[in-house]
């Protein structure tokens, strides 16, 4: 049963704790920069700097992830984030945006470790036929986290000083280093002459296997989406006149991914992975078309509910064909790769968000959004289709422990 997994059990509950203290830190952030920088442009470039070292740090992090204990590198990367709201005690004593980056870059350097290690220690703690609900479960946690530390962090900004919200997060990433040291994690063995394990080999794997390389245009396209979406929803809201729409449509897609993780396992059952995550593109084109409708209220955060009700399906679904496709003592190396792929398609997004909503509006580039969705559901579809492309939940004998 997977919530009697024990160590599965303290993960998540790391998640929580560590997802909660993540938003807080990140709150505590926008309002110290608030009273320093007044122009978008260079706040988006200051948080955009320990991005750019995360994704520097991505290949390095992958082969580290495969080569040692993962236990140990969960450990190690916990603690090192625990220094990073401490760097911001001599930000906020000296006004200093460079402690700022500082913390910044030490934060995501940690998570550039943190996260690509869980997800690779997961097929190796739980069979192949939990996984599905395994990053259905992570994908609800995490959203969970994100609402309540975000409406924590809410609270608090107006309660109390940046110093105690900082240590409001210290303590979130204190307790998520002591959870995991309780945690206990398989150790894929090496050859006994100690292969060499490089970062191109999973490269090659990716190219090679055909559902990856669907899995990985179907993640970057949604991704790419994903990266933008605050400029568009902070759009929505000046188009109709309504701060609070943000609050709204973050939490019609909170909440819609919430209830489709709770289906996902019981309705992908023993479904093609690969079919279904193509097919789910055209529900992505439908949200997105429903979105052009830039001045209704209802079909906007209609169109946010069900974006967020397929992304509960998407991502563990995706997520769930890397694990089965590629061995355990690639995964660390993978996760990092897909999490450095993830982070530029951030970045591109951002640019290109950005530019298509000054030069198209808002409606016009949901439509080209929409339709480049649809075009590519229809291209990986085929694609999946001509390569027989099948992979399930529970087509497999359960993982090494």
Same mark, same amino acid.
């Given at each position: 049963?997977?919530?009697?997994?024990?160590?599965?059990?303290?993960?998540?509950?790391?998640?929580?704790?560590?997802?909660?203290?993540?938003?807080?830190?990140?709150?505590?952030?926008?309002?110290?920069?608030?009273?320093?920088?007044?122009?978008? #442009?260079?706040?988006?470039?200051?948080?955009?700097?320990?991005?750019?070292?995360?994704?520097?740090?991505?290949?390095?992090?992958?082969?580290?992830?495969?080569?040692?204990?993962?236990?140990?590198?969960?450990?190690?990367?916990?603690?090192?984030?625990?220094?990073?709201?401490?760097?911001?005690?001599?930000?906020?004593?000296?006004?200093?945006?460079?402690?700022?980056?500082?913390?910044?870059?030490?934060?995501?350097?940690?998570?550039?470790?943190?996260?690509?290690?869980?997800?690779?220690?997961?097929?190796?703690? &739980?069979?192949?036929?939990?996984?599905?609900?395994?990053?259905?479960?992570? &994908?609800?946690?995490?959203?969970?986290?994100?609402?309540?530390?975000?409406? %924590?962090?809410?609270?608090?900004?107006? %309660?109390?000083?940046?110093?105690?919200?900082?240590?409001?997060?210290?303590?979130?990433?204190?307790?998520?280093?002591?959870?995991?040291?309780?945690?206990?994690?398989?150790?894929?063995?090496?050859?006994?002459?100690?292969?060499?394990?490089?970062?191109?080999?999973?490269?090659?794997?990716?190219?090679?296997?055909?559902?990856?390389?669907?899995? &990985?245009?179907?993640?970057?396209?949604?991704?790419?989406?994903?990266?933008?979406?605050?400029?568009?929803?902070?759009?929505?809201?000046?188009?109709?006149?309504?701060?609070?729409?943000?609050?709204?449509?973050?939490?019609?897609?909170?909440?819609?991914?919430?209830?489709?993780?709770?289906?996902?396992?019981?309705?992908?059952?023993?479904?093609?992975?690969?079919?279904?995550?193509?097919?789910?593109?055209?529900?992505? %084109?439908?949200?997105?078309?429903?979105?052009?409708?830039?001045?209704?209220?209802?079909?906007?955060?209609?169109?946010?509910?069900?974006?967020?009700?397929?992304?509960?399906?998407?991502?563990?679904?995706?997520? #769930?064909?890397?694990?089965?496709?590629?061995?355990?003592?690639?995964?660390?190396?993978?996760?990092?790769?897909?999490?450095?792929?993830?982070?530029?398609?951030?970045?591109?997004?951002?640019?290109?968000?950005?530019?298509?909503?000054?030069?198209?509006?808002?409606?016009? $580039? &949901?439509?080209?959004?929409?339709?480049?969705?649809?075009?590519?559901?229809?291209?990986?579809?085929? $694609?999946?289709?001509?390569?027989?492309?099948?992979?399930?939940?529970?087509?497999?004998?359960?993982?090494? %422990?």
């Amino acid at each position: 049963m997977l919530w009697r997994n024990r160590t599965f059990l303290l993960l998540m509950t790391g998640e929580v704790i560590a997802g909660a203290g993540m938003w807080i830190f990140i709150i505590a952030n926008l309002q110290f920069m608030s009273a320093l920088i007044p122009s978008d #442009t260079l706040k988006a470039l200051v948080l955009m700097s320990g991005l750019s070292v995360s994704i520097l740090l991505s290949p390095k992090a992958g082969v580290v992830i495969d080569t040692y204990d993962k236990r140990k590198v969960l450990i190690f990367s916990s603690l090192v984030r625990c220094i990073s709201p401490i760097l911001m005690m001599p930000a906020i004593a000296y006004d200093s945006l460079v402690w700022m980056i500082v913390a910044l870059i030490v934060m995501q350097g940690s998570a550039a470790f943190y996260f690509p290690t869980l997800q690779a220690s997961l097929p190796a703690i &739980l069979s192949k036929d939990e996984l599905l609900k395994a990053n259905s479960a992570y &994908l609800n946690i995490s959203t969970l986290s994100r609402i309540f530390g975000t409406a %924590a962090g809410g609270i608090l900004v107006a %309660a109390l000083s940046l110093s105690q919200l900082y240590l409001f997060s210290f303590a979130a990433y204190a307790a998520l280093a002591i959870v995991t040291l309780f945690v206990q994690i398989p150790h894929v063995q090496l050859h006994q002459n100690r292969e060499k394990i490089e970062f191109r080999e999973v490269l090659t794997a990716s190219r090679r296997d055909p559902a990856i390389f669907v899995g &990985l245009i179907n993640n970057g396209l949604i991704t790419l989406f994903l990266g933008g979406v605050n400029l568009m929803i902070l759009n929505f809201s000046t188009i109709q006149g309504e701060p609070q729409l943000m609050g709204w449509v973050f939490a019609a897609e909170g909440i819609s991914i919430l209830i489709g993780g709770l289906l996902a396992k019981r309705w992908i059952g023993g479904r093609n992975l690969v079919a279904s995550s193509t097919l789910m593109l055209f529900f992505f %084109a439908i949200s997105q078309f429903g979105m052009t409708f830039v001045a209704s209220k209802l079909m906007v955060l209609g169109s946010f509910a069900l974006f967020g009700f397929i992304v509960a399906f998407f991502f563990p679904v995706t997520t #769930t064909i890397f694990q089965k496709r590629l061995p355990q003592n690639q995964h660390g190396r993978f996760f990092s790769f897909k999490s450095m792929l993830d982070r530029s398609f951030f970045f591109i997004a951002l640019a290109i968000t950005g530019a298509s909503l000054d030069l198209l509006g808002l409606s016009n $580039y &949901l439509i080209c959004l929409g339709t480049l969705t649809l075009l590519s559901g229809i291209f990986t579809y085929s $694609y999946s289709k001509k390569h027989k492309l099948d992979v399930r939940a529970s087509d497999e004998s359960p993982a090494a %422990a």
